[in-house]
């Protein structure tokens, strides 16, 4: 499939997205974590249609990309100093933070209580990126044993799970067989962290999102449209 740049303006900014034509009947927008855009669209639509279709959703766009900006810690808007607000499984916690002899992160009394060797926001996004991890090797763990012990199988193999930093997707299942999430789940609320996992489980099952997918998914998280909304992984 051919992919090509384009973009429309919309209240005075740009958004810029990537169009694939393909074999299909709707027209599919999506915007990803890393803020990029993606527009699949029937063989042969008429670019004016298409651009007409991205002005109309243009807002709820916008408002995607600000949603996943503020999970991004490289983003320019993250400044790592006291008072900033930061997410942990949903909830935002502000910065504490205190020059000291040694490196250390806690999460106490309602603040990201840092104490810093060095008080240079790169050091202090990396104190914090490896508490996120910690965190996340424990949380997501016991989440995923979680969904899978309610799992509706015994055909398939338990996964093993990996834990890393994904520009375009929460999650994914492996061939072989691995699940790998999303280290910046752990800034979102565990019902969505137990989506993810869940529909990727699903995929043991049905590698695609077909009728036999959806039926599972519906049947092992009856929910799953409203814990999807939250997460806003926005596909329309
Ligand atoms: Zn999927």
Same mark, same amino acid.
């Given at each position: 499939?051919?992919?090509?740049?384009?973009?429309?303006?919309?209240?005075?900014?740009?958004?810029?997205?990537?169009?694939r034509y393909?074999?299909?009947?709707?027209?599919?927008?999506?915007?990803?974590p890393?803020g990029?855009v993606?527009?699949?669209?029937?063989l042969g639509?008429?670019e004016n249609?298409?651009?007409h279709?991205?002005?109309?959703?243009?807002?709820?766009?916008l408002?995607?990309?600000r949603y996943?900006a503020q999970?991004d810690p490289?983003r320019?808007?993250?400044r790592f100093?006291?008072?900033?607000?930061?997410?942990?499984l949903g909830?935002?916690?502000r910065l504490k933070?205190q020059r000291?002899?040694?490196?250390s992160?806690m999460?106490?009394?309602?603040? /990201?209580r840092?104490?810093? +060797?060095?008080?240079k926001p790169?050091? =202090?996004a990396?104190l914090?990126e490896? !508490?996120y991890?910690r965190?996340?090797?424990?949380?997501?763990s016991?989440?995923?044993e979680?969904c899978?012990h309610? /799992?509706p199988?015994n055909? +398939?193999d338990?996964?093993?799970?990996? =834990?890393r930093n994904m520009?375009t997707? !929460?999650g994914?299942?492996?061939r072989k067989?691995?699940?790998?999430?999303?280290?910046q789940l752990?800034?979102?609320p565990?019902?969505c962290?137990e989506y993810?996992?869940i529909h990727?489980?699903c995929?043991?099952l049905h590698?695609?999102?077909g009728?036999a997918?959806?039926?599972?998914l519906?049947?092992?998280?009856?929910?799953?449209i409203n814990r999807?909304?939250?997460?806003?992984?926005?596909?329309c």
């Open positions: 499939m051919e992919e090509t740049k384009h973009a429309i303006t919309y209240a005075g900014k740009s958004i810029a997205f990537q169009l393909a074999n299909r009947r709707t027209m599919e927008i999506a915007v990803y890393d990029s993606s527009v699949k669209a029937p639509t008429d249609l298409i651009e279709r991205l002005q109309r959703r243009a807002r709820w766009i408002r995607q990309i996943f999970f490289r320019p808007q993250r100093v006291g008072g900033e607000s930061h997410l942990y909830r935002k916690y933070i000291s002899d040694t490196d992160v999460l106490k009394h309602g603040f /990201f840092i104490s810093a +060797v060095d008080d790169e050091h =202090i990396q914090l490896h !508490w991890r965190r996340a090797d424990v949380y997501f016991q989440v995923f979680e899978w309610h /799992f199988t055909k +398939v338990k996964p093993r799970l990996k =834990i520009k997707r !929460w994914s299942l492996s067989g691995g699940m790998t999430l999303n280290l752990i800034k979102a565990r019902e962290i993810v996992v990727e489980l995929h043991l590698a695609n999102h009728k997918f959806y039926d599972l519906e049947r092992s998280l009856p929910d799953w999807k909304k939250k997460l806003e992984m926005a596909l």
